[in-house]
């Protein structure tokens, strides 16, 4: 069965510190695909980083960046030189092809406050 | 991407009633989603609304709680029916866009819907 687990539940740090949200997940399938969204106070649901099962190559974005490790099934996301605005809720959810429907099974999150 | 809009954006109900949300895209959809986030939790997928036919729904949720109408390619509704206050929660609609990747949803702004 897909799982996807956040362990962190929630995390503070300091303006201009890094910080790392880790994700772990579950799946028998060889296709699949990882997101992270971001979920600030508003509610809406922001897309960050979508990542297929067969592109391991880490990426970055401005402060942001993904390591996606097949052989531990983790897909973390680093944030360099956190920012007030960072504050919010972070999701990591799994996608299985194989599903048919292509649902979304998401992580219970990571509440990440930055102080300034 | 695609632009989502909820209808209404919240709500304060009273136990027993009933709400209808309504999601509208500003295109044509292939797929349609609608998730359930309890206050601070994840997101549960609560079904998929196929259009012209019964909605799919997941384990713990049932047509009768939960009917779901899709009558085109750009709308759909969610009706919370006999409310209590455990229903207070966000409900979001996602898509699919037609032509895109399946795995690429966006989500709409979401429904605030307390219950007392």
């Known amino acids: 069965a897909q799982k996807v687990t956040q362990a962190q539940t929630e995390i503070s740090v300091v303006e201009k510190e890094d910080v790392t949200l880790d994700c772990v997940y579950e799946?028998?399938?060889?296709?699949?695909?990882l997101f992270w969204y971001k979920q600030p106070p508003s509610g809406e649901l922001v897309f960050l980083i979508r990542?297929?099962?067969?592109?391991?190559q880490n990426e970055i974005s401005g402060r942001y960046s993904w390591n996606f490790q097949k052989s531990t099934s983790s897909f973390n996301f680093t944030i360099t030189a956190s920012q007030v605005v960072d504050s919010a809720v972070y999701f990591c959810?799994?996608?299985?092809?194989?599903?048919?429907?292509?649902?979304?099974?998401f992580g219970t999150g990571t509440r990440l406050k930055v102080l300034a | 991407s695609a632009v989502i809009s909820q209808k209404p954006s919240r709500d304060i109900c009273q136990r027993g009633t009933s709400l209808t949300i309504q999601c509208q895209v500003d295109?044509?959809?292939?797929?349609m989603f609608w998730y359930r986030q309890q206050p601070g939790q994840s997101l549960t997928l609560i079904a998929t609304?196929?259009?012209?036919?019964?909605?799919?729904?997941e384990s713990g949720f049932v047509i009768d709680k939960f009917p779901i109408s899709r009558p085109n390619l750009t709308f759909s509704t969610l009706t919370v029916s006999n409310m209590s206050p455990e229903d207070s929660s966000i409900y979001l609609c996602?898509?699919?866009?037609?032509?895109?990747?399946?795995?690429?949803?966006?989500f709409g702004p979401g429904t605030r819907l307390t219950v007392t």
């Open positions: 959810a799994l996608s299985e092809s194989t599903s048919g429907t292509y649902k979304y099974i």
């Open positions: 609304a196929n259009q012209g036919s019964e909605a799919t729904y």
């Open positions: 990542r297929n099962s067969f592109d391991e």
């Open positions: 996602s898509v699919v866009k037609r032509g895109a990747g399946p795995y690429e949803q966006y």
């Open positions: 295109s044509q959809v292939t797929m």
């Open positions: 799946t028998r399938d060889t296709t699949y695909y």
